[in-house]
């Protein structure tokens, strides 16, 4: 079974920086070829896409909501995926979430694009 696990999260004032981390340990498949991406859902809302690496091609993409704020990279030699998150805002709180998928157009923002989701992690941003 391919697991994903997303850490880094946690409470911080706006303005603040975190860096979140996803990792695929064991992962049964090339982590090159695969795209990363980051979901997030906050409470009442729906699930939007954030960002997304593909490491089949090295593209990335950011919603426009995060761009200039949030970096995304890929250690493929670790199977890890990191999202730098830089000042951060309220509206950034909710629970992230990483998934894998093979990409093989700009869908990035879909998440049925994705096969593998790891549990999620955290952000609170206070005001």
């Known amino acids: 079974e391919v697991q994903l696990q997303a850490s880094g999260g946690g409470l911080v004032q706006a303005g603040g920086s975190l860096r979140l981390s996803c990792t695929a340990p064991?992962?049964?498949?090339?982590?090159?070829?695969?795209?990363i991406a980051w979901f997030r859902q906050a409470p009442g809302k729906e699930r939007e896409a954030v960002s997304c690496?593909?490491?089949?091609?090295?593209?990335?993409y950011y919603a426009d909501s995060v761009k200039g704020r949030y970096t995304i990279s890929s250690e493929n030699a670790k199977n890890t995926v990191y999202l730098q998150m830089n000042s951060l805002k309220p509206e950034d709180t909710a629970v992230y979430y990483c998934?894998?998928?093979?990409?093989?157009?700009?869908?990035?923002?879909?998440?049925?694009?994705?096969?593998?989701w790891g549990q999620g992690t955290q952000v609170t941003v206070s005001s």
């Open positions: 064991g992962f049964p498949y090339d982590f090159g070829d695969y795209a």
């Open positions: 690496i593909n490491n089949g091609d090295s593209k990335r």
């Open positions: 998934a894998a998928g093979l990409l093989y157009g700009d869908s990035w923002y879909i998440d049925y694009e994705y096969d593998y």
